[in-house]
C-alpha cells in the first residue's frame, strides 16, 4: 500500500469524530456540505476486503470535492461541513432504509465487507459515521436558523468523466428538485460562462428520496442545489481552486437575494420517481 494511502486508511485520527467542520459565521447565509470528502476507513474494518486501487476510484470518494468545499468555504467565509470516512462504509447521501446504504457492489466491484455486513452492523456504521454527520448538519442549520440567518444549502459533488463507457459531455451538473429559487438562477450564471457544457438535473436527477438534500434542505424549505463537477476538471490542485473561485465568484451574489433566505416548502418530486423507478438512481 502506497504510503499516501496507508495514511488515509489507517489514520488514527479518524476517530472519535467522522465529521470535519470548517467554521463560518451564520450570517455568510451559505451552508456548504461534502457527503463524499474522504476515502478513509479505521483500521477495524480494514480494507472491507478490496485491493488498495479501489479506494482511490470513485466508488470511495467524489474525487476533488473536498478541496473544491474547503476551498469555497476559505473564499465565501462560510461554514462548511464535510466526512471524513469512506462512502463504502456507509452512504449518508441515502436515505436510512435505502438499500444501497451499504454498498455491497458498486461499478463493478464486489464490495465483500460490505457483502458480509447484516443488518446490526449496518446499525452500527450508521451510529457511528452517518448520524454524527447527519447531527452535524442538522446543528448548524439549527443554530443559523436560531440566529435569523436561514441558510442556503450548497452539496458539493463530482462525477466520473466516463460512465460505463460513454463520456459524460457535462463540465458541471446543477441537481434540484422542486424548489428552483437557487437552482436555475445558478445554471443560468454558469450557462453563461464561456465553453461550458451545463447539466440541468445531469448526470443525475436531483430528486433523491432521503439524500441530504432531501433530509435538511427540502424538509426545512431551505433553498440549496447540489453542484456536480466532473472528476478530471478538480484532480489537481490547480483545478480545484479554479472551480472554487468560479463558484464563489457566482453564488455570493446569488445566495444574498432576499427569496432565497426565507424558507418556503415547495414539495419533492422524490416519491413521484420512486414509483416510476422503483428505487433510487445514483
Known sequence: MSASAALKLDDPSLEPCPVEIVPGPVESGTLILCDHASNAVPPDLGDLGLPEAEFERHIAYDIGAAAVTRSLARRLGAPAILTRFSRLIIDPNRGRDDPTLAMRLSDGAVVPGNAR??????????????????????????????AGHPPVIVALHSFTPVWRGWPRPWHVGILWDADDRFAVPLL???????????????????????????????????????IEIRQDLIDSEEGAEEWAERFARLLEPLAARANLRQPAIFGTRTRDRLRQHGGSSR
Open 117 to 146: 455486513a447484516d443488518e446490526a452492523e449496518v446499525e452500527r456504521r450508521i451510529a457511528r459515521f452517518y448520524d454524527p454527520y447527519d447531527d452535524a448538519i442538522a446543528d448548524a442549520i439549527h443554530r443559523a436558523m436560531v
Open 188 to 226: 443560468e450564471a454558469l450557462q453563461a460562462e464561456d465553453g461550458l457544457v451545463v447539466g440541468d438535473n445531469e448526470p443525475y436527477d436531483g430528486a433523491l428520496a432521503g439524500d441530504t438534500v432531501d433530509r435538511h434542505a427540502t424538509t426545512r424549505g431551505l433553498a440549496n442545489a447540489l
